[in-house]
């Protein structure tokens, strides 16, 4: 399997080299060529797998330069530190079918990516006897998992950049309590979209990201994506096998468009079994208004109760935007470098069309989102937290166009992340698991920096590993 880039500005590389590269070094962001499909005697043979298993086989189609051996006992590892062997296990709460994804040491979804990426980048910096300076930018879970999945490791400094004040205590207290030399938090006087600029300037400077051995872990990582499409396979065939599913849709809480990205990529892999994919977004909805409008325009970002979601610029959108375009890599080259003048994109009607066949979307605001968790609570002593709750209004809002068939909602964060949010809509404290416990008693380190890409740039080089 080789990897191209959306800007098509590099060579064919491989999946080793497009894990290490990160973001493409033209600007664009890095894909499989082709997309895969496996036919239908694979995916009978994949039915009944457990997890590490499954996640075995769809690895090695995209990951064919590592040996099977090393990429099984990659998978094994980052996937004994979550609280279930099922790593992602489908609950049916009577009303609604819940994929939990969030077992992992951090309970956020982010885990079931960041936990394998952490110890592949590991593998690949000892088999080329290098180091490297992790540089990321989270909107509240990304970088605690990041950290847990790289926190100790000799190799490896990592420097996340989180928008101070917005996000949760719970989320903040996670990535800032971590005691680990190697671990540096950056607390940026502005948004996740400041921060996410920041990160995406600073990987383009290649003199720079050269110099310090910048490696990526937000999902402009192809490795982060490829890890998340498993839990899509995984729960589809188990509806399949269990409860008689033709096929399955997914209601997907979206921000920065790499989850429901992920999504796309196994509807490909394992077509027609996945139906149609739900995009749900809070207030920040940019993406439901290109679903829903044709246009893709930037505005002003709002804060919320699901503050993961609290996004205008998903930096994910450039690899659907390369298939929109029938892998047109100058139109998508062109595009981005003209989003970046005006803020908009605006498509065509055959577009939108091929859009709204791909997506079905749906805005949810705060009171829906506290209306959603208090109902659900209500009706079957479920506990869903705030970015979930949206993930579960949008489908009960679309409903009437799911043909009958299963709608999974993706849970992505354990409801005691957000405390504030559950106990406005259940009147209850949402009870902590014992490794979340006591984190406003530990020693907090995180240095304030203005949203100014030259002296992050300057902190990062006073730091990093030489």
């Given amino acids: 399997m080789e990897y191209i880039s959306t800007r098509g500005q590099i060579a064919p590389i491989s999946f080793k080299d497009a894990v290490m590269m990160g973001l493409a070094e033209d600007g664009g962001l890095l894909l499989p060529n082709p997309l895969p499909s496996v036919d239908a005697a694979t995916l009978d043979s994949w039915r009944g797998l457990d997890y590490q298993s499954l996640c075995l086989e769809i690895m090695t ?14 998978i094994s590892k980052a996937y004994s530190s979550f609280d279930t062997k099922e790593v992602t296990p489908l609950v049916f709460t009577g009303q609604h079918y819940i994929l939990e994804l969030f077992h992992g040491p951090t309970f956020a ?62 989320q903040a207290l996670q990535m800032t309590t971590v005691p680990d030399l190697n671990v540096f938090n950056i607390a940026v006087e502005g948004t996740f979209d400041d921060c996410q600029a920041i990160v995406k300037e600073i990987f ?12 990526s872990i937000n999902s402009i990582n192809w490795a982060r994506v490829l890890a998340q499409v498993v839990y899509y396979v995984y729960a589809t065939l188990n509806l399949q096998l269990n409860a008689g599913a033709e096929h399955v849709h997914f209601s997907v809480p979206t921000g920065n468009f790499g989850d429901i990205f992920a999504g796309y990529v196994a509807k490909q892999l394992i077509r027609p079994a996945i139906g149609r994919l739900i995009l749900a977004t809070n207030e920040n909805n940019i993406l439901t208004r ?53 803020g908009e994109i605006v498509f065509s009607r055959q577009e939108r069309q091929q859009v709204r066949k791909d997506f079905a979307s749906a805005s949810i605001d705060q009171d829906q989102t506290i209306n959603t968790i208090r109902e659900c609570y209500k009706s079957t002593g479920y506990v869903l937290d705030p970015h979930s709750a949206v993930g579960v209004a949008a489908a009960e809002k679309l409903s009437a166009s799911m043909d009958g068939q299963p709608v999974v909602c993706l849970a992505t964060a354990h ?20 490794a979340m ?3 406003e008693n530990l020693p907090s380190r995180c240095r304030i920096l203005p949203a100014d890409v030259e002296i992050i740039k300057k902190y990062v080089s006073e730091n990093a590993l030489k």
């Fill in 109 to 170: 979804f982010k885990d079931i990516a960041l936990q394998f990426l952490g110890n592949l980048f590991s593998y690949l910096l000892e088999e080329r006897g290098q180091s490297m300076n992790i540089l990321g930018a989270t909107s509240g879970d990304t970088g605690s998992a990041a950290i847990y999945g790289v926190k100790g490791k000799e190799n490896i400094n990592i420097f996340i950049l989180h928008p101070r004040g917005r996000v949760s205590q719970v």
């Fill in 204 to 215: 383009n400077d290649l003199e720079f990201k050269t110099a310090f051995r910048l490696g």
């Fill in 61 to 74: 189609i995209f990951a064919n330069d590592l040996p099977g051996q090393v990429l099984n006992e990659l």
């Fill in 437 to 439: 416990r006591g984190l």
């Fill in 415 to 434: 409801p005691a992340k957000f405390p504030d949010a559950v106990r406005k809509a259940t009147g209850r404290e949402p009870e902590r698991p014992v």
């Fill in 290 to 342: 290109f679903v829903l409008e044709g246009r893709y325009a930037k505005s002003k970002v709002v804060s919320t109760i699901s503050p993961s979601m609290d996004i205008q610029v998903a930096s994910n959108f450039e690899r659907y935007l390369y298939y929109l375009y029938d892998r047109d890599a100058e139109r998508v080259r062109r595009t981005m470098a003209q989003f970046q003048k005006t």
